[in-house]
């Protein structure tokens, strides 16, 4: 199994900041990690696979980085709606798994 | 447009079975893998199953190895999931999801299992 360790857990932050979230993985999985945001009461919805490829539709404010053992995801200039939980998950190797998730708060 | 609609879900008693359902539309329901992601309440997101599009390969969480069995109707355009002797650590929403760029990219909107007595 490939344990993951999402941080932080809660990020406060404000509109307009930039803000990064990191993914540590037990063993690398070269770049077979995605990122998902989830706003309460509704599905993930699939931002960010292969480490860094912006899924279609997703602004071009949100990136990723890393590769091996290291991610990041970044949020360049936040905005009002992407104040939400997410998720880094790999598909190196089933059991695929998540991170433990990232609350984004208004500050 | 695609869309995973959900259901079977409901509550149960510890030990008990339920059969989850998810109907596709809007896209060759045959060509896609599928999976099934739970998230108990307040709780992260937890992969549980996954079954190629023809069906020969099939993984599970260790969890559930043994409770639980995914499998999938390419004709009805359907995927389901047998969910035997269930504990109240199962209680969950469910969301079938198929994979895009080999992650799930489009997710239903989920089916909520109540296991307790």
């Known amino acids: 199994v490939i344990w993951m360790t999402q941080s932080p857990s809660l990020l406060s932050a404000s509109t307009g900041d930039r803000v990064t979230i990191s993914c540590r993985m037990s063993q690398g999985i070269s770049s077979y990690l995605a990122w998902y945001q989830q706003k309460p009461g509704k599905a993930p919805e699939l931002l960010i696979y292969a480490a860094s490829t912006l899924q279609s539709g997703v602004p071009s404010r949100f990136s990723g980085s890393g590769s091996g053992t290291d991610f990041t995801l970044t949020i360049s200039c936040l905005q009002s709606e992407d104040f939400a939980t997410y998720y880094c998950?790999?598909?190196?190797?089933?059991?695929?798994?998540f991170g433990q998730g990232t609350k984004v708060e208004i500050k | 447009e695609v869309q995973l609609v959900e259901s079977g879900g409901g509550l149960v008693q510890p030990g008990g079975s339920l059969r989850l359902s998810c109907a596709a539309s809007g896209f060759t329901f045959s060509s896609y893998e599928m999976n099934w992601v739970r998230q108990a309440p307040g709780k992260g997101l937890e992969w549980v199953s996954y079954?190629?599009?023809?069906?020969?390969?099939?993984y599970y969480a260790d969890s559930v190895k043994g409770r639980f069995t995914i499998s999938r109707d390419n004709a009805k355009n359907s995927l389901y999931l047998q969910m035997n002797s269930l504990r109240a650590e199962d209680t969950a929403v469910y969301y079938c999801?198929?994979?895009?760029?080999?992650?799930?990219?489009?997710w239903g909107q989920g089916t909520l299992v109540t296991v307790s007595s």
């Open positions: 079954i190629s599009s023809s069906g020969s390969t099939i």
């Open positions: 999801a198929r994979v895009v760029r080999g992650v799930p990219g489009y």
């Open positions: 998950q790999q598909y190196y190797s089933f059991p695929w798994t």
